[in-house]
């Protein structure tokens, strides 16, 4: 049998579960017998079903499952969490094969899936595109084993490298009608975009993916931004907020309680009451901002973070080399002055033309 063929299969499914299933990762699972596809499922929304169950219970002929294959990204889990654990079904079916990408680095699994479905007599083959596996997991395993959730930076920077103009004299503030497209004002006061439409709402794409966005206290005070999705379906994602001094104002869209909210504060300063909505913490801002930062969120249990605030929030986290992905969009325009776009020195992955915009991805190797 073709073991990467089907492995593909599962990774294909598997990206339907992003951004819904966490912090369970999306795990594609494919069922075959005599060559063809009898079942395949992928990990529902968290505290239903896994991927496992889902493509068992797509079989037609429970029979068949006796003499068939289950191909899975990720090792079976071993233990109870809020289902049962996938091994002992995979057990109780007398599936005669299993086929995985890659072993589940949490403790409570971590090759006890593997050891329980051989000690049943089954087959077991691990580590079949196992790199295409983990890249695909790599929110889960940054979790579990870098302790800290999954870090995407993400802005739009002119062709000569500018994220913000310098404002025309007599201009007061600095607003665009949302983050992801920064305007500026002109002799007109008429806003400038840096990238267009399609790039827009491909960073909301991007949003639904990811668990929380984080931007700073000018990124809320110039645009006042949902930070939500619009241009594509999908969960809002948790909007985190440096604000050191509270200076954003009560009527800001970030605190309006339609996405659950994270203000991050320093001490000596007077919150408002925290509620299951607006919740604030307290990090020191002197030293390690992005390491106290990782620290809360991983408190509160988030999976994964686009930072899109403005170049000083942007910079901490590199200097601190605190991130794991980088999606930078070049716009076709100029600005000649202004603020300078981050300074990053990493490996670019790939490039890609979104119209007349440019779009560089780096990873943090």
Known sequence: ?????????????????????????????????????????????????????????????????EKATIYVTLEPCSHFGKTPPCADLIVKNKLKNVVIGCVDSNRLVSGKGIERLKKAGINVVVGVLEKECREHHKRFFTVQEKKR??????????????????LVSGSQE???????????????????????KFSQQLVHKLRSKEHAILVGTNTVLADNPKLNVRSWFGENPIRIVLDRSLRIPKNATIL????????????????????????FEEINFSKNVAKQICNVLQKHNIQSLIVEGGTQTLQTFINENLWDEAMVFIGDTNFEKGIKAPKLKANKVSEQNIKNDVLKIYKND
């Not at 999954?150 to 994220?163: H, P, Q, R, S």
């Open 1 to 65: 049998m073709n073991h990467e063929f089907y492995i593909k299969r599962c990774l294909q499914i598997a990206k339907n579960g992003i951004g819904t299933s966490r912090p369970n990762p999306s795990v594609g699972a494919v069922i075959v017998y005599k060559d063809k596809i009898i079942g395949e499922g992928f990990t529902s929304n968290y505290g239903g079903n896994h991927a496992e169950v889902n493509a068992i219970n797509t079989v037609k002929n429970p029979k068949l499952l």
């Open 256 to 279: 309006d309680g339609s996405v659950k909210t994270i203000v991050l504060h320093s001490k000596g300063f007077q919150p408002l009451e925290n509620n299951d909505i607006i919740i």
């Open 149 to 166: 959730p999954y870090i995407v930076l993400k802005w739009a920077e002119t062709k000569d490298g500018f994220v913000y103009p310098e």
């Open 174 to 196: 600095l607003v665009s009608e949302s983050q992801e497209s920064i305007s500026s004002f002109v002799k007109n006061n008429a806003p400038i975009w840096i990238s267009n």
